[in-house]
């Protein structure tokens, strides 16, 4: 099994190495994937040990960077939960399934299976799990940190939805603090582009889409982070249809998936599942391959 235990970031982790790239997984907090490292070493995530965010009724979130599960609809005092206890940790085939301890605010309990399915490719499935005792709507919410930089990709329908082009196919999604005129959007007739800017005064963005060709993409120094996702037509999901969001702001881009809103009964779930492919290729061919169509399955 390519799975070891060390030490990462100043955690307890587990690296998971699949080719030519490796996961490292903290167990010391979380759930939370701290590493996406090359052979080089690097870490192509976002690495932010110091940065916190406000959590009305309880101490500041550390977002620490990496991937991470919350739960949708975005509500500060439900979804900013503090994720600073270790957890729970089982083996599964090919890889490791991690489990929190259920949260008393937001009554709910995460787990993140993570497998090797092939040389740099992962499978995630994640769960939120009702530990109320009533029913909770809500949707699992995959978030991945990437470092700053690169550019991310929200792909969309290039051809029609129904047989005579009657019903529109793309949606796009805009939070109040995004401009339309943000010089980081960018809009052509294949994708929706985010492209990551350094600086600081731009402030934040973002911008949302449903996956209806079923992934999200960020590239960045040679590394194009693929996630797949499905959207199901049927479903509510939350922020008008949104099923793939990016998030940006000069410190980091967030590619984010979630799964549909689902009413649970006590102990019921939300689950939702990604697979991520990783692509070791220059500028050009993540362009060439956004544009082509060759990432759709």
Request: charged share 25%; net charge negative.
């Amino acid at each position: 099994m390519p799975i070891t235990t060390t030490q990462y970031a100043g955690h307890e982790a587990i690296q998971i190495d699949a080719g030519h790239v490796r996961l490292m997984v903290t167990t010391s907090v979380g759930p939370r994937v701290l590493g996406l490292l090359t052979e080089d070493g690097r870490n192509h995530f976002a690495s932010l040990p110091e940065m916190t965010l406000d959590c009305p009724g309880s101490d500041p979130i550390h977002l620490r960077g990496g991937s991470r599960l919350w739960a949708a609809p975005e509500e500060p005092r439900f979804t900013y939960r503090p994720d600073d206890d270790p957890v729970g940790v089982e083996e599964i085939p090919d890889g490791v399934k991690l489990v929190t301890r259920p949260d008393p605010v937001s009554e709910t309990s995460r787990e993140i299976s993570i497998s090797v399915t092939g040389p740099e490719r992962f499978a995630f499935d994640y769960r939120v799990v009702n530990r109320a005792e009533g029913p909770q709507r809500l949707a699992a919410w995959a978030i991945t940190m990437m470092a700053p930089g690169g550019r991310a990709f929200l792909p969309v329908l290039t051809e029609p939805f129904d047989p005579g082009g009657f019903q529109s196919q793309r949606n796009i999604v805009l939070w109040s603090y995004s401009g339309n005129d943000d010089p980081r959007f960018v809009l052509t007739d294949h994708a929706i582009e985010v492209q990551a800017s350094t600086d600081p005064k731009l402030g934040r963005f973002k911008v949302g889409t449903s996956l209806r060709r079923g992934w999200a993409a960020h590239w960045a120094d040679g590394v194009m982070l693929v996630k797949y996702a499905g959207h199901d037509e049927l479903p509510e999901y939350a922020d008008m249809g949104a099923s793939g969001q990016i998030y940006s702001q000069h410190d980091f881009t967030e590619l984010e998936t979630l799964g549909p809103l689902t009413d649970l009964d006590p102990g019921d779930a939300a689950e939702h599942h990604e697979d991520w492919a990783i692509h070791l290729v220059d500028e050009a061919e993540a362009e060439r391959l956004v544009a082509s169509g060759e990432l759709d399955r």
